[in-house]
């Protein structure tokens, strides 16, 4: 049997939040791992990028395995100082929007950077290097974005993102549903976030009672990527937020060492829908500098996901995505089926 720490429960998700373990030295010693398979370089690696990964999330990883998928995720390590020509600090060309803490790259929908941190900070993140402190929203700035979705009535879906928008409070989450259910042309409201698999007590009954009695359709968009992250608890949180009404998706990064195995993928995409998620998008690494380490050629990608339609119902193939700075819309990675 695999052997996991124990942690408590029933802590509230801000004091969790608080207790994020951030040494990378502190962490190897939670999970009982010799810290001679890490070394000084590795753990330097966190002035790169913060290291803050709650202890729910450490909870689901294997004891003394320094391979864990999970904590391959969040360990800094010295392959991060390596220098790549295709990797920059802005891949998706992000950093200079017109309106502070609004993405408007496609038509129909637009982007909130509602909160500029995460509870976790994955090492992979194509948002490690963006300067956060110009974009947080505060009431006001968020009162602007608010007046900029309502002018333009082609938009009718308003994704709250970051960072990680359930880093704001529920408070503040349930005054921005107020704005948007007034706005006649808003249909959906989405949430991308990673937050309740780090911290599963994030998904609060307030939370849920909030969507459930929303005029608007709440879709979550879920980050995971390995069966792994999900565990009974976890699970219990998505089935509240499903009986709320909420949709749940799911999309994943493709990690080298984490999940570039077609068994793993496979595994991830049961646990999901076991969990009652659909997975949406498998997203090719974005080139960002620092997490050249991760990244899987298109070549291996389109394979897997071939290797996947053989194996697993059609719902329960992500579609295999890349995001072009610039571009219109996610841009889909042609399997080549006949070649
Ligand atoms: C990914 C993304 C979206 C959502 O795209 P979907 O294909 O609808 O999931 C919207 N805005 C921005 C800026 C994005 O990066
Ligand atoms: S949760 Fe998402 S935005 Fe936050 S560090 Fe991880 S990948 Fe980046």
Same mark, same amino acid.
């Given at each position: 049997?695999?052997?996991?720490?124990?942690?408590?429960?029933?802590?509230?998700?801000?004091?969790?939040?608080?207790?994020?373990?951030?040494?990378?030295?502190?962490?190897?010693?939670?999970?009982?791992?010799?810290?001679?398979?890490?070394?000084?370089?590795?753990?330097?690696?966190?002035?790169?990028?913060?290291?803050?990964?709650?202890?729910?999330?450490?909870?689901?990883?294997?004891?003394?395995?320094?391979?864990?998928?999970?904590?391959?995720?969040?360990?800094?390590?010295?392959?991060?100082?390596?220098?790549?020509?295709?990797?920059?600090?802005?891949?998706?060309?992000?950093?200079? $929007?017109?309106?502070?803490?609004?993405?408007?790259?496609?038509?129909?929908?637009?982007?909130?950077?509602?909160?500029?941190?995460?509870?976790?900070?994955?090492?992979?993140?194509?948002?490690?290097?963006?300067?956060?402190?110009?974009?947080?929203?505060?009431?006001?700035?968020?009162?602007?974005?608010?007046?900029?979705?309502?002018?333009?009535?082609?938009?009718?879906?308003? #994704?709250?993102?970051?960072?990680?928008?359930?880093?704001?409070?529920?408070?503040?989450?349930?005054?921005?549903?107020?704005?948007?259910?007034?706005?006649?042309?808003?249909?959906?409201?989405?949430?991308?976030?990673?937050?309740?698999?780090? #911290?599963? $007590?994030?998904?609060?009954?307030?939370?849920?009672?909030?969507?459930?009695?929303?005029?608007?359709?709440?879709?979550?968009?879920?980050?995971? $990527?390995?069966g792994?992250?999900?565990?009974?608890?976890?699970?219990?949180?998505?089935?509240?937020?499903?009986?709320?009404?909420?949709?749940?998706?799911?999309?994943?990064?493709?990690?080298?060492?984490?999940?570039?195995?077609?068994?793993?993928?496979c595994e991830l995409s049961e646990a999901l829908f076991s969990?009652?998620?659909?997975?949406?998008?498998?997203?090719?690494?974005?080139?960002?500098?620092?997490?050249?380490?991760?990244?899987?050629?298109?070549?291996?990608?389109?394979?897997?996901?071939?290797?996947?339609?053989?194996?697993l119902?059609?719902?329960l193939?992500?579609?295999?995505?890349?995001?072009?700075?610039?571009?219109?819309?996610?841009?889909?990675?042609?399997?080549?089926? $006949?070649?």
């Amino acid at each position: 049997m695999i052997q996991r720490i124990d942690t408590n429960l029933q802590t509230s998700w801000q004091k969790e939040l608080a207790m994020a373990v951030s040494d990378p030295e502190n962490l190897l010693k939670i999970l009982s791992i010799d810290s001679t398979y890490y070394g000084e370089k590795d753990f330097k690696a966190r002035k790169l990028f913060p290291m803050k990964v709650p202890l729910p999330f450490i909870q689901k990883m294997e004891l003394g395995n320094p391979n864990d998928p999970l904590l391959l995720q969040v360990m800094p390590s010295v392959s991060e100082y390596l220098e790549h020509a295709q990797f920059s600090k802005d891949p998706l060309l992000e950093q200079n $929007n017109q309106q502070p803490g609004v993405l408007h790259k496609y038509k129909s929908r637009v982007l909130l950077m509602l909160r500029g941190g995460c509870a976790v900070n994955c090492r992979y993140c194509f948002r490690r290097h963006f300067p956060y402190q110009d974009n947080h929203l505060n009431k006001r700035a968020l009162e602007q974005a608010v007046d900029y979705i309502a002018a333009d009535n082609q938009i009718n879906e308003v #994704i709250l993102s970051g960072g990680d928008p359930l880093m704001a409070g529920d408070d503040t989450i349930s005054w921005l549903m107020d704005k948007l259910e007034a706005l006649p042309q808003i249909k959906r409201m989405r949430i991308h976030t990673r937050l309740p698999v780090v #911290i599963p $007590n994030r998904i609060t009954s307030e939370l849920c009672q909030r969507f459930k009695s929303s005029s608007l359709q709440v879709v979550m968009v879920t980050h995971i $990527n390995h069966g792994n992250e999900i565990d009974s608890y976890l699970a219990n949180k998505f089935a509240e937020l499903k009986q709320a009404g909420v949709t749940l998706l799911n999309q994943s990064v493709l990690l080298k060492n984490v999940n570039d195995d077609a068994n793993v993928l496979c595994e991830l995409s049961e646990a999901l829908f076991s969990a009652g998620i659909i997975p949406y998008y498998l997203h090719l690494l974005d080139k960002v500098e620092g997490a050249s380490h991760f990244d899987i050629d298109e070549s291996q990608a389109r394979e897997l996901i071939k290797t996947l339609l053989l194996e697993l119902p059609g719902f329960l193939v992500p579609k295999l995505v890349r995001e072009i700075g610039g571009e219109r819309s996610k841009t889909p990675i042609d399997l080549r089926l $006949n070649d």
